[in-house]
């Protein structure tokens, strides 16, 4: 699976690369845990959605339901934190993760993942600065390609919109889908052009009070969607035409962030730029400009630094805030050796469903030590 | 050279019409549970009565050097199809469409624009996902993934799927219909969009056949009109 021998010298410098990374990560004070190989599936792919179901390996077991081969460490050390009730916490952990490729894709279904989840703090910028910082020093050499992105610059742009929450809701479930993002950001604007003359007719018997009749004709009303949540769907279409959410500088906005592509040293400025009076947006750009203060403050060559507000919107759903991925320099489609970031939405979740009402901050990173380790084999870095 | 063919049902005696038609004679058994036959004529050629959902696996992994199935059922099970099985000829038969079926008192909903809606409105108020049943989940995933679907999970089922609203176990069903009349019946109604797929059942080769043909294998080609 892997490209890497899994015997001889090979297997022992690996051995020694693992023992490395873990070291690093205990020393600053992480708990080391042991996380299951096999998962219950249902919580995660209520999560991930038919995504991961394609991706993932999964088994049925007669008695226990469809367990999961792991896809992914950082769900169920979520878990285990919010069960063990505390608020700041540090774990790693090291192992394997399985997830399936495309046909004829050269990317290994089976591989080593090292990494670091951390929980609490309330200085955000700080946090994620830490993190990149501890990740970095772990990767252990300077020359690297790296993207870092803050999903929270576009939450924020279209949470601080006088839009409402229907809209906000389209936008921000669709910020990881360019082409349905266009396609909701067109509805939104110009909503009477998306709606055809059967839609018309409905909306009509609506505003008339005659909906109910006509739904009523329909003798037989199956399924958990009820009478009732049709008609709230119809209200919801109808205000839609009437009242166009989206004006000509809220499109303009959203797009000209998605432009940015910068150095990260000038991405505040950059959305500053485009701030107006949005004061959430300052807000994400104040926190962009604090980050970058911690991150030179920990000695972070900030200044080789890619940021791209599109950067993460394609493949990692569930982050919200600080997104970041370092791979080798020159080299199209590599895998990445790390990559992390903020995902407080994900704990908050997984909070609410095991009934607890407070959540905690959370970032987090790995490392994939086949790749890193293969590296700096070709490349002579010790 | 072994020829798969469907088993049992309308769909055998309409496959044995088509080869009867191109003047090829399939001698099957008087009992009808028997899966013994062979073909006139043609003693090289293997007969084996098998289901038409099994023909594609039997064809990738070299257990079938021909299958009679439909296109539906190729392109389900095997991913990437082409670059492991050729589409000979078309029969003509077995037409039928994979569509998307919703209850018919939806009349809010009739494209996959209202879908996606309706399933981000039902997921925030259920609390889990809209399920769509269906047992064509490869063909499903692709073109869900492909539209950008969300808040949605697929949900298996192999049979009486239409019955899996009513029972309030699926809200959606992606199933294959040529008449729409089981829908009908279960008080379902098609989306009026293309269908995922149109689908008819064809005579089917694994890639590798061409190097065990022999002569006389050829003759039966040729009434099919099949340029191998």
Redesign the interface.
């Known amino acids: 699976m892997s490209r890497l021998s899994s015997i001889g010298n090979d297997r022992i410098s690996l051995k020694r690369e693992l023992e490395r990374l873990i070291s690093i990560f205990e020393k600053i004070g992480s708990n080391y845990v042991e996380i299951p190989t096999l998962l219950q599936s249902d919580l995660l792919?209520?999560l991930y959605?038919?995504?991961l179901?394609?991706r993932t390996y999964i088994f049925n077991d007669p008695v226990k339901g469809n367990l999961m081969l792991r896809p992914d460490f950082t769900v169920p050390i979520v878990q285990l934190h919010i069960k063990n009730n505390t608020k700041n916490a540090q774990y790693c952990y090291s192992g394997k993760v399985w997830r399936k490729q495309d046909?004829l894709s050269s990317r290994p279904s089976e591989y080593l993942q090292v990494g670091i989840e951390c929980f609490g703090g309330s200085d955000i910028a700080k946090e994620d600065a830490k993190l990149f910082s501890t990740i970095s020093k772990a990767v252990g050499f300077t020359d690297l390609k790296i993207v870092t992105s803050d999903l929270g610059v576009l939450r924020s742009a279209i949470n601080g919109l006088e839009i409402n929450q229907r809209c906000k809701?389209?936008l921000l479930?669709?910020l990881w889908?360019p082409?349905?993002f266009l396609?909701v950001l067109k509805?939104f604007s110009n909503s009477i052009h998306?709606i055809?003359n059967?839609?018309k007719e409905?909306i009509d018997l609506f505003k008339s009070g005659k909906l109910i009749e006509?739904?009523n004709s329909?003798n037989?009303?199956?399924?958990?969607?009820t009478?009732k949540?049709?008609i709230?769907?119809?209200s919801e279409?109808s205000n839609d035409i009437v009242n166009n959410q989206l004006q000509e500088n809220d499109v303009k906005l959203l797009q000209n962030l998605l432009k940015i592509s910068c150095s990260l040293v000038d991405a505040p400025k950059n959305i500053q730029k485009l701030t107006y009076s949005h004061d959430y947006l300052k807000k994400a750009a104040i926190l962009l400009e604090n980050r970058l203060d911690n991150l030179s403050e920990l000695g972070i060559n900030v200044k080789q630094i890619d940021f791209e507000v599109s950067f993460g919107r394609t493949s990692m759903e569930y982050y919200d805030g600080f997104v970041f991925e370092m791979g080798p320099k020159k080299q199209i489609n590599s895998i990445p050796f790390a990559q992390g970031g903020r995902y407080n939405e994900l704990t908050r979740i997984l909070s609410r469903l095991q009934g607890y009402h407070k959540s905690t901050n959370s970032v987090g990173g790995i490392i994939r030590p086949e790749i890193l380790h293969n590296f700096k084999l070709n490349q002579g870095i010790k | 050279m072994k020829l798969g063919i469907p088993s049992k049902g309308r769909l055998k005696k309409e496959v044995l019409n088509w080869f009867n038609n191109k003047g090829i004679k399939i001698l099957t058994s008087d009992d009808d549970r028997s899966y013994a036959a062979k073909v006139a004529d043609f003693p090289n050629i293997q007969l084996v009565l098998v289901p038409p959902i099994e023909i594609p696996s039997l064809l990738l992994k070299g257990d079938l050097d021909l299958g009679v199935t439909g296109q539906d059922l190729i392109e389900e099970k095997i991913?990437?199809w082409k670059?492991y099985v050729k589409e000979l000829i078309k029969f003509g038969i077995g037409r039928a469409d994979l569509v998307i079926a919703v209850?018919?008192?939806?009349?809010?909903v009739?494209n996959l624009?209202d879908l996606?809606?309706?399933a981000?409105?039902?997921r925030?108020?259920?609390g889990?996902?809209l399920r769509i049943a269906t047992k064509y989940h490869n063909l499903a995933?692709m073109y869900?993934?492909e539209?950008?679907m969300?808040?949605?999970?697929?949900i298996d089922s192999q049979g009486a799927t239409e019955g899996l609203?009513?029972n309030?176990a699926?809200?959606v069903v992606i199933d294959i219909s040529s008449t729409g009349q089981t829908f009908k019946s279960n008080?379902l109604k098609v989306l009026p969009i293309k269908p995922i797929k149109k689908s008819e059942v064809a005579l089917f080769s694994s890639l590798k056949i061409e190097k065990k043909i022999n002569f006389s294998d050829r003759a039966f080609f040729e009434k099919l009109s099949i340029n191998l």
């Open positions: 792919l209520d959605g038919e995504e179901n394609s046909y809701n389209a479930r669709q889908r082409k349905r396609h509805y998306f055809n059967e839609k409905i006509k739904i329909y037989s009303t199956i399924g958990l969607r009478r949540d049709i709230e769907r119809v279409l | 991913p990437e670059k209850p018919e008192f939806w009349i809010d009739n624009e996606d809606d309706v981000n409105i039902f925030r108020k259920m889990f996902r995933r869900l993934r539209f950008g969300t808040d949605f999970k697929l609203i009513k309030e699926a809200e008080k």
